[in-house]
Every structure is written in C-alpha cells, then in structure tokens.
C-alpha cells in the first residue's frame, strides 16, 4: 500500500524556488543581466575552470552538454530562453557560487544552482548528463566551493536590514527568528556566516521530546512535511517509475541492515526552506552505522514520459541516488529493533554532516541531534520493520496536494510502535 505522494513540485511547495514559473524567470533574468555586466576578462572559481575542461574534453560529454541547452524541457513551462550555450551556464554557475542567497517575497530562489540549471536537467540530453559520474564529481567540488563561500564571513552580506537582507522584518517574520537562538543586538544577529545562520538552533523549550518516558512513541527526525508513507517495501523495486516504490536494498546503498526492513513501512517528508535542519534521533538506542553515501546531485527520474520529469515525481527516485546519510540505530525498545534514518541532501543541499559523536557504539536519547543538512536539505525517510508500527500520528500524515502544507515539528510524535502484552 502506498499513501499521500504529494502530486506537485516540492521545490516549491517548500520555499526552495518561487510558487509560480514566472517568478523564477523573473529571478532568471535578474541574473542574466547580472552575469552580462561582469568583467569579461574576470577569471571563473577554479571548479568552474575544472568542470568546463572536464566537459569539453569529452566528445560524449560536450555534446550532452550542448544539446541539453538546446533541447526543450519536459515537464516545465517556459516561456523565455534564459541559456544559449554551455559558456553561458558556467557564468551563471559562477555567479551563483560566489554569493549567498537574498530574501524575496515573490520569487526567493533558495536553491540557485537549481534554478540556473532548472532547464537542463529535464531535457533528454540532460538525463544523461547529470548522470554521469565524472559530472556528479566536478558538481561536488563546485558545490564545495560555494559551500566554502557559505561557511566564510563574506557571505554575511546578505544577513543585513535591506529589503532583500535576512534582518528585514518581513525575512524575521518568515523565519520566525524569535524561536531561534540568536542575538537580536549585534551586526549579524551573532552569526559568522550564512551557514551558521542556517543551521541555527531553536531556543531551548521550543521543540519538546514527545512522550519523553514512552519508548514506543518515535519521534520526527526533522522539522518537516509528511510527503509519503508506504508499506511492505521490497528489497529491490524499479525506484525510478512513476509509482516511486521504495527499494530499500538501494535506499540504504546496499547495507546488511537491509534484509530488517523487507516488507516493512517506510515515512517520507520534505524540509522547508526558511525551517530547522538539523536532524534528531527518533528513538533511544545505540547507534549502529553512521555514514554519508556520495550520489547524484541534479539527476531526475527520466521514465514515464515528460510527467517523470516533474520534481515531485523525483523525490522517491532521488532517496536512492543522491548523497545522503545514513543512520541505523538500535532501539532500546525491542518491539521497534533496527531503525534506520536516511537523510538525503538534493539538489544544491548536498551537504550532509553527521554529527561529532555519532558513531557504532554510541548511546543517544530519543530526541538527540544527530547532524545537519550544511545549506538545507530537502527530504528525510524513516524506515521501521514489518508490523513495528501500531500507527501513526495524524500530524505525521501526507495531506492531498491542493491542501496547505502541514509541517511537522521534529521531536513531536511520528508513530507508535505495537506494544508488547506486557506493556
């Protein structure tokens, strides 16, 4: 049984990019006329550099490159051109990894190497490009640099009082800043970067453990919205097809641990832009295996026709191939046994960092950090074995996709496992 897919473009119904398409060609063309103003003889970031040899040192990789800018996407309704060649795009790329996003109102564009790319990747050509291993690595050292950029003092530029800067009231108000440990009376609220900013903790009491003494009761890893559940998953299944069926050998890269979660339930949900993304244990236990698996960064489902090339339609594909982490713990209630939690970085959100600590051996609480997503993150999955769970909390239901988005709180109640006769 299968339950709840959100039938439309996550990025957006999660504040990653504008709700309609005309705000991210608005935001598109903003940065064309950007870009068309710099230096011509200013040098590309060394990645840039990198990928751009990379491309046109390959016969094969030049002309997917070439035809993905020249071919029409499906699944997306453009109305401008906004790319007319392969040079164009690594310019758009280096403007992007040289600064941090702004705050907008109407066409916020959180993932911005998403939205350069947005074209390219559901193109024919496209779906082969962003496969390609040799791509994915020269993605990973750019998505590195402008990480680096993130993480630095000059991308506090935009956490400033101006109408597109993150101290605006009208930014405040979005994120809630009252809920989050900063401090209201300095420059950049206390923070060091735009990275720092966006991995803030919540204040203390905000997010309370639910049913902290219950250890049947599990927990949100994430402060997010419920996107799917399905039940009986098999071992290995055709992930890619419209249908998105949870393969779990390729959900956990091919761990033993797999073998504990055939025929069992797996949950789903998507992070929100403007949100919390660090992650929690769901349960009390002991940690098993913590690790991060590299993936894919821009790939999309290319199967069932231009509908497969809809992001919505990506997001149970994207749970097997892209980089995420993977945490298996050991519950201390034996109803529940194994869990496993993956966290899966999409798009320019690649970055997961398991946490100082976590590691095979370690103890942790229910409700406990185990990392973070380093500039968002987009989904999470939680696997649980077959007839572990009694039910799940109403607010850890998927809602129908004309309705509003109900988000989740982490450390509130997800599920509850069967007790045994005894409990």
Same mark, same amino acid.
């Given at each position: 049984m299968?339950?709840?897919?959100?039938?439309?473009?996550?990025?957006?119904?999660?504040?990653?990019?504008?709700?309609d398409?005309?705000?991210?060609?608005?935001?598109?063309r903003?940065?064309r006329?950007?870009?068309?103003?710099?230096d011509?003889?200013r040098?590309?970031?060394?990645?840039?550099?990198?990928f751009r040899?990379?491309?046109?040192?390959?016969?094969?990789?030049?002309?997917?490159?070439?035809?993905?800018?020249d071919q029409v996407?499906?699944?997306?309704?453009y109305?401008d051109?906004?790319?007319e060649?392969?040079?164009e795009?690594l310019?758009?790329?280096d403007?992007?990894?040289?600064?941090?996003?702004?705050y907008?109102?109407?066409?916020?564009?959180?993932?911005?190497l998403?939205?350069?790319?947005?074209?390219t990747?559901a193109t024919?050509?496209?779906f082969?490009f962003?496969?390609?291993p040799?791509?994915n690595?020269a993605?990973?050292?750019i998505l590195?640099g402008w990480c680096?950029?993130l993480?630095?003092?000059?991308?506090l530029?935009v956490?400033?009082?101006?109408p597109?800067?993150w101290?605006?009231e009208?930014? !405040? +108000?979005a994120?809630?800043?009252?809920?989050?440990e900063?401090d $209201? &009376? #300095?420059?950049?609220?206390?923070?060091?970067?735009?990275?720092d900013?966006?991995? !803030? +903790?919540?204040?203390?009491g905000?997010r309370?453990?639910a049913? $902290? &003494? #219950?250890?049947?009761v599990?927990v949100?890893?994430?402060e997010?919205?419920?996107? !799917?559940?399905a039940?009986r998953?098999?071992?290995?299944?055709?992930?890619?097809a419209k249908?998105?069926?949870?393969s779990?050998e390729?959900?956990?890269?091919?761990?033993?641990?797999?073998d504990?979660?055939v025929d069992?339930?797996v949950?789903?949900?998507?992070?929100?832009?403007?949100?919390y993304?660090?992650?929690?244990?769901p349960?009390?236990?002991?940690?098993?295996r913590?690790w991060?698996?590299?993936?894919?960064?821009y790939?999309?489902a290319?199967?069932q026709?231009s509908?497969?090339?809809?992001?919505?339609?990506?997001?149970?594909?994207l749970a097997?191939v892209a980089t995420?982490?993977?945490?298996?713990?050991?519950?201390?209630d034996?109803?529940?046994g194994?869990i496993a939690v993956?966290?899966?970085?999409?798009s320019d959100?690649?970055?997961?960092?398991?946490g100082?600590g976590?590691e095979?051996?370690a103890?942790?609480g229910?409700?406990?950090e185990?990392?973070y997503f380093?500039f968002?993150?987009?989904s999470?999955?939680?696997?649980?074995g077959?007839?572990?769970?009694?039910?799940?909390g109403?607010?850890a239901?998927?809602q129908a996709?004309?309705?509003e988005?109900?988000?989740l709180?982490?450390?509130?109640h997800?599920?509850?496992?069967?007790?045994?006769p005894s409990?």
């Open positions: 299968t339950g709840g897919a959100q039938q439309q473009d996550v990025r957006r119904r999660a504040g990653w990019l504008p709700q398409q005309s705000g991210l060609e608005a935001w598109l903003g940065r006329e950007r870009h068309q103003e710099r011509p003889d040098a590309l970031h060394p990645a840039v550099s990198a040899d990379l491309v046109e040192g390959d016969p094969v990789l030049r002309m997917h490159a070439h035809q993905m800018i996407p499906v699944g997306r309704r109305e051109r906004h790319l060649s392969f040079a795009l310019e758009l790329v403007e992007v990894i040289t600064t941090a996003p702004e907008s109102d109407e066409q916020m564009v959180m993932t911005p998403d939205g350069v790319l947005d074209w990747k024919p050509a496209g082969a962003y496969r390609d040799r791509v690595d993605l990973r050292s590195q680096d950029f993480s630095s003092d000059k991308s530029e956490l400033v009082d101006a597109s800067g101290r605006s009208a930014a !405040r +108000r994120v809630g800043m009252d809920q989050f900063h $209201p &009376d #300095d420059e950049h609220w206390g923070f060091g970067s735009w990275n900013f966006f991995t !803030r +903790r919540f204040k203390d905000e309370p453990v049913s $902290p &003494d #219950d250890g049947a599990v949100s890893p994430c997010a919205t419920p996107y !799917r559940i039940s998953a098999h071992r290995l299944d055709e992930f890619w249908a998105e069926p949870y779990v390729e959900l956990l890269a091919g761990d033993e641990a797999a504990l979660f069992g339930t949950w789903q949900a998507f992070l929100s832009a403007l949100d993304h660090r992650w929690h244990s349960v009390s236990g002991t940690v098993l913590a991060v698996e590299p993936g894919t960064y790939s999309e290319s199967s026709g509908e497969a090339a809809e992001p919505t339609l990506s997001q149970g594909y097997h995420r982490a993977i945490v298996l713990i050991d519950a201390d034996p109803t529940i194994t993956v966290f899966i970085g999409m959100v690649s970055s997961c960092v398991i100082d976590i095979p051996g103890r942790i229910k409700g406990d185990l990392g380093q968002g993150g987009s999470v999955c939680v696997l649980f077959p007839d572990v769970v009694e039910s799940f109403l607010g239901l998927p996709p004309d309705e988005p109900v988000l709180h982490v450390r509130s997800l599920a509850t496992a069967r007790r045994r409990d």
